[in-house]
């Protein structure tokens, strides 16, 4: 199944250009076959070997197979400077995060369109977990939703739970940067060691409602990034006081449904089989 996944070298694009920084490196360039533009982000900042190559190879074809309008497609795998990343469509809006947060090029944001990603989200995250076996996420958050020119959001960077794994530790271990502050939106149990799971996408997904509808990073408040950590693992959320979205149609819905969402034990979380957002 491997070989159905296409290997992109760098002589395959032209126009290379950086287009963000995170925990990793992303790139825009237009390859040439292809005749469109593509975004690539490069997995880790150490060069890879073969065995890592393998890996992502195996890894990129069980992705591949996944089909949902909801989904970003991967279009195939990149060697690029002995760098490994992962090819997909470029996405002419952005990611969700963008959407959310400059709030110069997005002065308003109509709540009719955010209850319309939120559901886009939803209905990928649905199809995910209603695989069998199910697919986890592992890092579902805003940066990772990306928009189309009508913005219908897609899901990106879902599976690769190995390459997850090492990113997060990575992570975990070098905190210095803004972009660490989206481990927050991991389950109390993940950042305490704990496996991934259905519940700690869904949990992600109740932080993701909270920061599209708020328009802020949550816990901004704290301090240092291992205070807001520390206080989301004895049970500290975001504020849902009664001036939190007061003019928001079915808001007591969806306020219920981030509680759900985000709830200290994961057997009270709601499971995202079938549109969590229509189920509220």
């Known amino acids: ?4 996944v296409p290997v992109i070298s760098q002589k395959d694009l032209e126009n290379i250009s950086l287009s963000q920084t995170g925990f990793g490196i992303s790139l825009k360039a237009f390859h040439v076959a292809w005749n469109t533009d593509v975004s690539v982000k490069l997995l880790s900042n150490q060069r890879a070997g073969e065995r890592d190559f393998r890996a992502l190879l195996q890894e ?14 991967l279009l195939g795998i990149c ?5 490994l990343g992962v090819a997909t469509t ?4 952005g990611s969700l995060s963008l959407l959310i947060h400059d709030h110069e090029l997005y002065p308003d944001l109509p709540v009719p369109l955010s209850i319309r990603i939120l559901s886009d989200v939803a209905t990928g995250l649905s199809y995910l977990h209603s695989l069998e076996p ?20 897609k899901i990106s960077d879902f599976g690769q739970p190995a ?14 940067s803004s972009s660490c502050w989206d481990l927050l939106c991991l389950s109390p149990e993940i950042l305490q060691g704990g496996q991934f799971s259905q519940e700690g996408d869904v949990y992600s ?35 849902i006081e009664a001036a939190f979205i007061p003019n928001v149609p079915h808001r007591n819905r969806l306020v219920r449904l ?3 969402c985000w709830h200290q034990e994961p057997h009270f979380r709601p499971g995202a089989t079938g549109n969590i957002l229509l189920n509220c």
Request: positive net charge.
């Open 258 to 260: 981030m509680l759900l």
């Open 205 to 239: 997904f109740g932080m993701m409602c909270w920061e599209l509808l708020s328009r802020q990073k949550p816990l901004t408040g704290k301090k240092t990034l291992l205070r807001a950590i520390t206080g989301i693992c004895n049970g500290l959320r975001p504020g």
């Open 134 to 153: 199910p697919v986890l996420h592992h890092n579902l958050k805003p940066s990772n939703v990306l928009l189309d020119l009508e913005y219908r959001a």
């Open 90 to 93: 470029w996405m002419h809006n």
């Open 163 to 176: 390459w997850r794994k090492q990113q997060l530790r990575a992570a975990l271990h070098n905190c210095n």
């Open 79 to 83: 060697q690029f400077q002995g760098f």
């Open 1 to 4: 199944m491997s070989n159905l």
């Open 60 to 73: 990129a074809a069980n992705t591949q197979r996944l089909q949902c309008n909801h989904l970003l497609p």
